[in-house]
């Protein structure tokens, strides 16, 4: 309903647009959050530059890549150097703490507070910061899990202590060929549990979360809900940004905020019930929590 109408940004004074965001965390009686790669940027997750640079600095000469990300789609010539590659990529943005304290404060603003959160993001933060994990709905999948290329069946599989000797054992640019991961029910090659196509699998955990998040909203129905969304793009609008959209519509009890530097705002039906803040998400936490 909003797609051909114009849309708002805020213009509004930063700092009355915070206190509006205070004021409407604390007289909430419910917060979902709505979280895409924006925030996990804010936490410290680059996929450019420093961090690209120290893991991945003999295929940025060998092949001139210019972040991970796009490293990822590249056709390798053989598994042993695609493992090589997603093992480091798996190892340093699932299984290691860089994170500059954006989601641990992040939970402390809402950890008293009846909270849900709903996420892209494929990186494990919220459970590392003390998320409760039965109120989290990691919708595209997890680095942290492996599945069946073709796939054969509907499950996935931990992945840590795979990736970890891949990690560790690797030399030229190729893990050991006994190290390759593949399906144990049918021996195809296995693959990231992520959403790049139809063949993602959406296991028991998955379909489970599912649930709870449907519950959690219609618990909360035409209740004072807060729809918290922090650097939510235009790559999969449908999943968090339409969705909280619609529902702060149908109820006037709701309040929809959009935090994301260079990209807040809001349909102009809802710009009553919106706060848009065109800032960074780190900055905006660290405000909050004064």
């Given at each position: 309903?909003?797609?051909?109408?114009?849309?708002?940004?805020?213009?509004?004074?930063?700092?009355?647009?915070?206190?509006?965001?205070?004021?409407?965390?604390?007289?909430?009686?419910?917060?979902?959050?709505?979280?895409?790669?924006?925030?996990?940027?804010?936490?410290?997750?680059?996929?450019?530059?420093?961090?690209?640079?120290?893991?991945?600095?003999?295929?940025?000469?060998?092949?001139?890549?210019t972040?991970?990300?796009?490293?990822?789609?590249?056709?390798?010539?053989t598994?042993?150097?695609?493992?090589?590659?997603?093992?480091?990529?798996?190892?340093?943005?699932?299984?290691t703490?860089?994170d500059?304290?954006?989601?641990?404060?992040?939970?402390?603003?809402?950890?008293?507070?009846?909270?849900?959160?709903?996420?892209?993001?494929?990186?494990?933060?919220?459970?590392?910061?003390?998320?409760?994990?039965?109120?989290?709905?990691?919708?595209?999948?997890?680095?942290?899990?492996?599945?069946?290329?073709?796939?054969?069946?509907?499950?996935?599989?931990?992945?840590?202590?795979?990736?970890?000797?891949?990690?560790?054992?690797?030399?030229?640019?190729?893990?050991?060929?006994?190290?390759?991961?593949?399906?144990?029910?049918?021996?195809?090659?296995?693959?990231?549990?992520?959403r790049?196509?139809?063949?993602?699998?959406?296991?028991?955990?998955?379909?489970?979360?599912?649930?709870?998040?449907?519950?959690?909203?219609?618990?909360?129905?035409?209740?004072?809900?807060l729809?918290?969304?922090?650097?939510?793009?235009?790559?999969?609008?449908?999943?968090?940004?339409?969705?909280?959209?619609?529902?702060?519509?149908?109820?006037?009890?709701?309040?929809?905020?959009?935090?994301?530097?260079?990209?807040?705002?809001?349909?102009?039906?809802?710009?009553?019930?919106?706060?848009?803040?065109?800032?960074?998400?780190?900055?905006?936490?660290?405000?909050?929590?004064?």
């Amino acid at each position: 309903m909003f797609l051909q109408k114009k849309t708002s940004r805020s213009t509004a004074d930063f700092s009355a647009e915070i206190i509006r965001l205070k004021n409407a965390l604390n007289a909430a009686d419910a917060v979902v959050i709505g979280a895409g790669a924006g925030l996990s940027t804010a936490a410290g997750f680059t996929y450019t530059g420093e961090r690209f640079e120290k893991y991945f600095s003999d295929f940025i000469e060998k092949y001139g890549f210019t972040d991970m990300y796009s490293g990822g789609f590249y056709p390798f010539e053989t598994p042993e150097e695609h493992w090589a590659y997603w093992s480091r990529y798996i190892y340093c943005n699932r299984y290691t703490d860089v994170d500059n304290g954006v989601y641990k404060r992040l939970f402390g603003l809402v950890k008293d507070k009846d909270y849900f959160v709903l996420t892209t993001n494929v990186d494990h933060r919220f459970q590392k910061a003390g998320f409760d994990k039965k109120r989290l709905f990691y919708t595209q999948g997890d680095y942290g899990l492996f599945q069946c290329s073709a796939p054969c069946h509907n499950e996935t599989y931990d992945n840590e202590e795979a990736v970890r000797r891949m990690f560790a054992e690797q030399k030229n640019m190729r893990v050991p060929a006994e190290l390759v991961p593949k399906c144990p029910k049918c021996g195809k090659p296995m693959t990231m549990n992520l959403r790049a196509d139809d063949k993602f699998v959406q296991d028991e955990g998955w379909y489970k979360a599912s649930e709870r998040y449907c519950k959690f909203i219609g618990d909360h129905e035409n209740t004072n809900i807060l729809f918290l969304e922090l650097g939510v793009g235009y790559n999969t609008p449908a999943i968090i940004k339409f969705p909280f959209w619609q529902m702060t519509a149908e109820n006037p009890r709701a309040v929809y905020a959009c935090v994301n530097f260079g990209e807040a705002f809001c349909p102009e039906e809802i710009s009553a019930q919106s706060i848009c803040l065109n800032a960074d998400i780190a900055e905006v936490i660290g405000l909050l929590k004064e």
